[in-house]
């Protein structure tokens, strides 16, 4: 039996919810994740450090017994958003980073920013205390067409405000072209990509193909086959400008499976076995490790974890559950379209 062993993972970008999904959910990123940035689209976001604070509180009291999990808070940018509060939240140790959601770009981001004049101030001061802001980079003019989204951000509106402000730190979440690619990797400092699992198995043949496939409907939409090749390069290059970060968005499924459905994939559930995979295809199971392990925690100015995880690889393949039940619904489980036989223990 082939096994690998490895830091333990964390996961970079991750939405938990709250209520009835979060206690069904946490147990699936706690199992095998030591750590994770907490998405605060909730409704209402998570706008303050005493938001963060309660809900943090909400998430550590969900956690199965037994399990060792630390939420890394983010604050919800708005317009309005006190640098005085981000400072504070900042040297408690209790915010990782800013989010920014440009208004309108994804689930519950109609507060986010539409001005970011009006963020500069808040902008600087983060830039000062040396907090990463995570950046959903899409465009929200209807204009622009939903696949030429992110390259249109990285033009008019990420590449000016790296100009602006060269100081700040930030992330570029769930990157899904290879645009993003490219402009990552030709940053001399300061800017990092997180890359998804999803995001490395499916191209958006898999969303329209044959049917409507809701479950396979995300934002950033998936792009096209070329796009996806450039992710698993860069994910599977040891590049530590690039990392996990899951985007692992549950909803229930009525919520997926109707007229108007919602944007997310939950992954949480086989998401290592998901990327094994993968990096075994590439031949880069060597650099597993830097992708979940190593080069997040470098890039937000933590240490890896001390604790180790195996993963193994079985003859038959690994019976994962294809839906989480919770209290609020059932919740379906990204299902990659090949058997995983790679299992973490
Ligand atoms: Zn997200």
Same mark, same amino acid.
């Given at each position: 039996?082939?096994?690998?062993?490895?830091?333990?993972?964390?996961?970079?970008?991750?939405?938990?919810?709250?209520?009835?999904?979060?206690? @069904?959910?946490? @147990?699936?990123?706690?199992?095998?994740?030591?750590?994770?940035?907490?998405?605060?689209?909730?409704?209402?976001?998570?706008?303050?450090?005493?938001?963060?604070?309660?809900?943090?509180?909400?998430?550590?009291?969900?956690?199965?017994?037994?399990?060792?999990?630390?939420?890394?808070?983010?604050?919800?940018?708005?317009?309005?958003?006190?640098?005085?509060?981000?400072?504070?939240?900042?040297?408690?140790?209790?915010?990782?980073?800013?989010?920014?959601?440009?208004?309108?770009?994804?689930?519950?981001?109609? @507060?986010?920013?539409?001005?970011?004049?009006?963020?500069?101030?808040?902008?600087?001061?983060?830039?000062?205390?040396?907090?990463?802001?995570?950046?959903?980079?899409?465009?929200?003019?209807?204009?622009?067409?939903?696949?030429?989204?992110?390259?249109?951000?990285?033009?008019?509106?990420?590449?000016?405000?790296?100009?602006?402000?060269?100081?700040?730190?930030?992330?570029?979440?769930?990157?899904?072209?290879?645009?993003?690619?490219? =402009?990552?990797?030709?940053?001399?400092?300061?800017?990092?990509?997180?890359?998804?699992?999803?995001?490395?198995?499916?191209?958006?043949?898999?969303?329209?193909?044959?049917?409507?496939?809701?479950?396979?409907?995300?934002?950033?939409?998936?792009?096209?086959?070329?796009?996806?090749?450039?992710?698993?390069?860069?994910?599977?290059?040891?590049?530590?400008?690039?990392?996990?970060?899951?985007?692992?968005?549950?909803?229930?499924?009525?919520?997926?499976?109707?007229?108007?459905?919602?944007?997310?994939?939950?992954?949480?559930?086989?998401?290592?076995?998901?990327?094994?995979?993968?990096?075994?295809?590439?031949?880069?199971?060597?650099?597993?490790?830097?992708?979940?392990?190593?080069?997040?925690?470098?890039? =937000?100015?933590?240490?890896?974890?001390?604790?180790?995880?195996?993963?193994?690889?079985?003859?038959?393949?690994?019976?994962?559950?294809?839906?989480?039940?919770?209290?609020?619904?059932?919740?379906?489980?990204?299902?990659?379209?090949?058997?995983?036989?790679?299992?973490?223990?």
């Amino acid at each position: 039996m082939k096994t690998l062993t490895l830091r333990r993972p964390d996961d970079w970008h991750l939405h938990l919810r709250d209520g009835a999904v979060l206690e @069904g959910v946490i @147990g699936d990123s706690s199992r095998h994740f030591a750590r994770a940035i907490i998405m605060p689209n909730l409704v209402p976001p998570v706008v303050t450090t005493a938001d963060a604070r309660a809900y943090r509180d909400r998430i550590l009291a969900a956690l199965p017994a037994g399990d060792r999990f630390e939420p890394l808070m983010t604050l919800y940018l708005t317009e309005h958003t006190d640098p005085r509060d981000v400072e504070e939240g900042r040297k408690s140790g209790l915010i990782t980073a800013v989010k920014l959601y440009p208004a309108g770009a994804t689930t519950n981001s109609h @507060g986010g920013v539409r001005d970011l004049d009006k963020a500069m101030p808040v902008l600087e001061r983060m830039a000062k205390i040396g907090l990463p802001l995570c950046v959903h980079g899409e465009v929200t003019t209807p204009e622009v067409d939903i696949f030429d989204r992110e390259a249109v951000f990285i033009e008019t509106v990420l590449d000016l405000l790296r100009r602006r402000l060269p100081e700040l730190k930030i992330t570029m979440e769930h990157v899904t072209t290879a645009d993003g690619i490219d =402009y990552i990797k030709s940053s001399k400092s300061n800017l990092a990509g997180s890359i998804t699992t999803h995001h490395l198995i499916i191209n958006r043949n898999a969303i329209l193909v044959g049917g409507i496939r809701p479950h396979y409907y995300c934002l950033p939409v998936a792009k096209r086959e070329n796009h996806r090749l450039a992710l698993r390069a860069a994910a599977t290059s040891g590049d530590s400008r690039f990392f996990l970060g899951t985007d692992s968005a549950p909803h229930v499924d009525p919520l997926k499976e109707c007229a108007c459905g919602c944007a997310g994939i939950y992954t949480s559930v086989n998401t290592m076995s998901c990327l094994a995979h993968v990096f075994e295809q590439e031949n880069a199971l060597d650099k597993l490790e830097a992708f979940t392990s190593l080069s997040g925690p470098a890039w =937000y100015g933590l240490k890896p974890n001390e604790e180790m995880i195996t993963l193994e690889k079985r003859d038959q393949p690994v019976d994962f559950p294809s839906k989480r039940d919770t209290e609020a619904g059932a919740i379906t489980v990204f299902d990659p379209g090949f058997p995983l036989y790679w299992e973490a223990l």
